[in-house]
């Protein structure tokens, strides 16, 4: 069990541009850290770095107390599981987990118990003498984590695990790697582009985009304090909703802000948290002149259906485009003025997320209270929070 | 009603082939004697051979070759071919050959072909280019600087000297075929036994020679026909009789002024033998592994 530090590391590929630029990151002992982003935002190569399979072109990168840049991979007394499971196809799945054991020498009566209580762990003992063709999807993903968990090592690696997994064995997959990482106590590294992965299982998530780390922290965090606007469009499901809005402050010190344009033109006063971001009293708000262009984002949760029409200063109209009843909530899908879409999104346009019981039907023009204290604000030209 | 109409369109439809069926019947036959043909021209030589070879020398000198029914039966002449024709020596002496040289340049290929086919370095496609390079040699200008150079380096007219040329002259070949085959093994499966503990050596033995068994075997076939056939090689390194490989010993057979085909045709049959084995026994690796490495 160790410690993984990464310290000024860059990754290049030739002249090319740095694949990872910077990364500072300390990944604590015992801890389960979440390196996701979108495909190509370098979390695998950084992953892989602490494997040992792709060199480290500049910066130093410690398990524990080491530097490892040049140290094998076999030396490095980690685990790692592939996306593609990677087990040996010509060995029978005693003879997978048992692999990494005998290239250590060990006896073989401490091999045969290893394997047996992994298994036992795993699930997987009636497969023990089968041959991994002869496995489903499921089995062949239990087999992996299993030749891992034998290993016992320093450093647990997960790259993308789950994603060749149906939707029900990815669920129960997921909490079965976390009652892992509980009974081991292995510091984990776990490589994800998906999300909900990475807010479920995490001690804590690191967000990568374009090799840089955008926000490092737990999982709610994240969640409530996006750094940036790819990191408030990345986390949560469904995405924030964005707008560009403008900033107007009232003669009597409130300040609203204004949505869309000309006549489909609507205004929101803010209140608690966020009036006091706007109105400069909250730390490190930035300029907050009158008519200054801002990015709001709202959780789709923020908004709830109101059966007046307005006027209050807390409420925001469009016409509903598709709903989705999902038993216990309904997503709707509503055109609302000056919706911002950013590239992170899942999501294009607005989403709300209603209670189960609310009637409501394509076409339908709908009145939606916000919540204007739990409003996010972003800078358009940083696309940094504002706070 | 479905019961009803789905006889109905099957007769019509049987009906229909029937009618169509005369000029395909006639294509089909057409194509069958030509096939016919070829096969026998292709058993001809086999059988001729078979057939001298069980009849003995005065027989063949007296009636002609291709007298039927034949005036005698003998299996003397492959035990004259054994014994005194020498070819228990000539035999030995391929193996020794063959066996090792088979061996060597599937282990020495593989070994190139897996540094190169899973690790990057400064002139690794260099290299790579070099053996294919080689493939494009015309062997016969090789024939006089091996000669001179087994004599230079006291092997010639030994087996290791032919055990040496088939393996240099082979590995090109081998390592082209090898290296596009391990290209199709995953990498995450090698970088997992990297992670799990494996030395270069040991992922090279333990996860990548076992999944190429196919193309091993394909390779296996394929050199040991043509090693074992080998004449061009042989009479370049050997001279003496002691070391002579079942094709110099056939050679040999042919007298100066008389020729006994019977006891040639006998020897033939035997040298035959082996490769008919080695073909029978890998047939089926040998068949797929014809394709093996040609897809990427």
Not at chain 1, 65 to 70: F, G, M, Q
Request: aromatic share 8%; glycine share 8%; with cysteine.
């Amino acid at each position: 069990m160790a410690d993984v530090r990464f310290q000024h590391v860059y990754k290049r590929y030739g002249e090319n541009a740095p694949v990872i630029t910077d990364l500072n990151l300390e990944i604590e002992d015992h801890e389960f850290l979440v390196l996701v982003g979108p495909s190509g935002c370098g979390k695998s190569t950084a992953l892989r770095m602490i494997a040992g399979l792709e060199d480290i072109s500049e910066g130093e990168l410690f398990i524990g107390e080491r530097i490892v840049n040049d140290v094998a991979p076999k030396d490095r007394d980690i685990a790692m599981v592939f996306q593609n499971y990677a087990l040996y196809p010509h060995m029978t799945v005693f003879d997978n987990m048992a692999f990494a054991l005998k290239l250590r020498h060990t006896p073989a009566e401490e091999v045969g118990q290893r394997v047996e209580r992994a298994a036992q762990m795993l699930g997987i003992t009636p497969y023990l003498k089968r041959k991994p063709r002869e496995l489903s999807g499921g089995q062949r993903q239990r087999v992996a984590l299993g030749r891992a968990l034998v290993r016992d090592p320093q450093v647990f690696l997960l790259d993308e695990p789950l994603s060749n997994l149906d939707a029900k064995l990815r669920v129960q997959t997921r909490a079965e790697i976390s009652r892992l990482h509980q009974a081991t106590g292995t510091t984990f590294v776990y490589v994800t582009h998906d999300q909900v992965e990475a807010m479920t299982m995490g001690d804590r998530i690191a967000v990568l985009n374009a090799g840089l780390i955008q926000q490092l922290g737990t999982p709610q965090d994240l969640y409530d304090n996006p750094s940036n606007l790819f990191v408030a469009g990345f986390i949560g499901s469904p995405s924030m909703d964005f707008f560009e809005v403008k900033l107007h402050r009232k003669g009597d010190g409130h300040a609203e802000i204004i949505i869309g344009q000309g006549d489909e033109q609507q205004r929101l006063t803010l209140t608690g948290h966020a009036a006091d971001v706007a109105t400069g009293q909250a730390p490190g708000a930035g300029d907050t002149s009158d008519g200054r262009p801002l990015i709001v984002g709202i959780r789709p949760e923020d908004f709830t259906l109101n059966g007046a029409s307005g006027g209050d200063g807390q409420t925001i109209s469009g016409v509903v485009d598709v709903v989705e009843h999902l038993g216990n909530e309904q997503l709707v899908y509503v055109r609302l003025p000056g919706a911002y879409v950013p590239e992170a999104a899942e999501t294009k346009g607005s989403t709300a997320r209603l209670g189960p019981s609310e009637k409501v039907s394509p076409g339908d023009r709908i009145s939606l209270h916000v919540d204007t204290s739990r409003l996010h604000f972003f800078d358009p030209s940083t696309t940094k929070s504002l706070v | 009603m479905a019961d009803i109409t789905l006889p109905r369109a099957t007769e019509q439809s049987v009906a229909k082939t029937r009618r169509s069926l005369g000029p395909r019947q006639l294509k089909r036959a057409l194509l069958h004697v030509i096939l016919a043909t070829i096969a026998i021209a292709w058993m001809i030589p086999l059988v001729s051979a078979i057939y001298t070879s069980v009849r003995t020398f005065a027989d063949g000198t007296a009636n002609g070759p291709w007298s039927f029914p034949p005036h005698s039966f003998t299996l003397q002449n492959f035990v004259d071919a054994w014994t005194d024709g020498g070819f228990s020596g000539y035999f030995l002496n391929t193996f020794l050959v063959v066996i090792p040289a088979v061996i060597l340049m599937l282990l020495l290929s593989s070994m190139t072909a897996f540094v190169l086919s899973r690790y990057r370095f400064r002139g690794s496609r260099l290299l790579l280019m070099l053996f294919i390079a080689g493939l494009l040699l015309p062997f016969q200008v090789l024939l006089i600087p091996v000669y001179r150079l087994s004599n230079f380096l006291n092997i010639y007219d030994t087996l290791g000297s032919l055990v040496a040329i088939h393996v240099a002259f082979e590995l090109g070949f081998c390592t082209f075929v090898l290296h596009n085959f391990m290209r199709t093994i995953p990498k995450d499966l090698t970088d997992a036994a990297a992670v799990d503990g494996a030395s270069v050596f040991r992922i090279w033995w333990q996860v990548v020679l076992p999944l190429c068994r196919p193309a091993l075997a394909a390779l296996a076939t394929l050199e040991f026909t043509w090693k074992w056939n080998d004449y061009l090689w042989v009479i370049t390194l050997i001279q003496s009789t002691n070391n002579a490989t079942v094709t110099l010993g056939l050679s040999g057979l042919r007298g100066e002024f008389v020729t006994n085909w019977n006891l040639i045709t006998a020897a033939s049959l035997l040298a035959a033998v082996p490769t008919v084995i080695v073909y029978l026994v890998l047939q089926r690796q040998f068949l797929g592994g014809l394709f093996v490495g040609s897809n990427k």
